[in-house]
């Protein structure tokens, strides 16, 4: 049997929180299987809790509390790391998207989240979190929503959004759900500081193949850059590598469509949605 992954509780609360209950769950003899029999809930679920990777719903918590005789330390530990819900790696990126006066996105897979529809981004969370409850994934939209005021405040920053061609082709959540989001795409690109293009199929390879990718400039100081994967995130702030990743970025911004010819494609990805 593999050893386990080694944990570091310093990495965010929900690895404190994991640390804390394999801790416990040792010092009880159970194996993930067998407390999640107790629960009962799948072992796998344990396993996610233990790696800081899901936090369990307010009553599995309160249960694990009372099967490993925690005497509240799950329950207290739980209320500290609910309170926010985003995970560590991405708040300190958000920290700095709040301040920027400008930001350019190159997105790989999904449309930004500062222009997301609220139907698109819970498809977008419950496909990507599918260990989460409902309860977990309605918080997480509401957050999503509530970042979304950045773009309607009295001073709004640029937003340059460059979309691999895939964004507006792959269907998420039905026809319904992708001609809204790519109506509420159009509408952004109408708008003042705001401006969107495709990056078509027939662009080839491109140097950001990687993943997405955000440049964040700001009235004073280095500009940072963030690069985002699958539920992890690296923010470099290193002035170097932030040149290098922005000159990425601008050889995929000269590789898109122009705004008018991204507009027009996005008609034609609307119309294929249905009318």
Same mark, same amino acid.
């Not at 300190?92 to 529809?117: D, I, N, W």
């Not at 969370?125 to 260990?131: A, E, I, S, T």
């Not at 005021?149 to 709004?156: D, G």
């Not at 950001?208 to 702030?237: I, R």
């Given at each position: 049997m593999p050893a386990p992954k080694e944990l570091d509780p310093s990495a965010s609360l929900a690895a404190l929180y994991g640390t804390k209950l394999r801790k416990l769950r040792v010092r009880a003899g159970l194996t993930q299987r067998q407390l999640g029999d107790k629960v009962p809930i799948a072992h796998s679920r344990i396993a996610q809790f233990e790696l800081g990777n899901e936090t369990p719903p307010e009553d599995v918590n309160g249960k694990l509390d009372v099967l490993l005789d925690a005497d509240g330390d799950l329950v207290d530990l739980w209320g500290h790391t609910?309170?926010?819900?985003?995970?560590?790696?991405? @708040?300190?990126?958000?920290?700095?998207?709040?301040? &920027?006066?400008?930001? =350019?996105?190159? %997105?790989?897979? +999904?449309?930004?989240? $500062?222009?997301?529809?609220?139907?698109?981004?819970?498809?977008?969370?419950?496909?990507?979190?599918?260990?989460?409850?409902?309860?977990?994934?309605?918080?997480?939209?509401?957050?999503?929503?509530?970042?979304?005021?950045?773009?309607?405040?009295?001073?709004?920053p640029l937003l340059w959004v460059v979309l691999d061609e895939a964004v507006i082709r792959r269907p998420v959540g039905g026809n319904v759900v992708m001609r809204d989001q790519l109506t509420r795409l159009m509408k952004a690109a109408m708008t003042p @500081?705001?401006?969107?293009?495709?990056?078509?199929? &027939?662009?080839?390879? =491109?140097?950001? %193949?990687?993943? +997405?990718?955000?440049? $964040?400039?700001?009235?004073?100081?280095?500009?940072?850059?963030?690069?985002?994967?699958?539920?992890?995130?690296?923010?470099?702030?290193?002035?170097?590598?932030?040149?290098?990743?922005?000159?990425?970025?601008?050889?995929?911004?000269?590789?898109?469509?122009?705004?008018?010819?991204?507009?027009?494609?996005?008609?034609?990805?609307?119309?294929?949605?249905?009318?």
């Open positions: 609910k309170r926010t819900p985003y995970p560590d790696w991405a @708040r300190k990126f958000m920290a700095y998207e709040a301040r &920027a006066c400008a930001m =350019h996105k190159y %997105m790989a897979h +999904s449309v930004p989240g $500062l222009l997301q529809t609220e139907s698109y981004a819970r498809e977008l969370l419950r496909l990507g979190l599918p260990w989460c409850m409902s309860e977990e994934i309605d918080e997480a939209v509401a957050a999503r929503m509530e970042r979304q005021a950045l773009l309607q405040s009295e001073r709004p @500081r705001v401006e969107v293009q495709i990056l078509p199929f &027939a662009a080839g390879a =491109h140097s950001a %193949m990687g993943g +997405s990718l955000t440049v $964040l400039s700001f009235e004073s100081g280095p500009d940072v850059a963030y690069l985002e994967a699958d539920h992890s995130g690296e923010l470099v702030e290193d002035r170097a590598m932030v040149a290098k990743h922005s000159y990425r970025y601008d050889l995929v911004h000269a590789q898109g469509l122009s705004p008018e010819a991204s507009t027009a494609l996005i008609q034609k990805a609307m119309k294929e949605f249905g009318t």
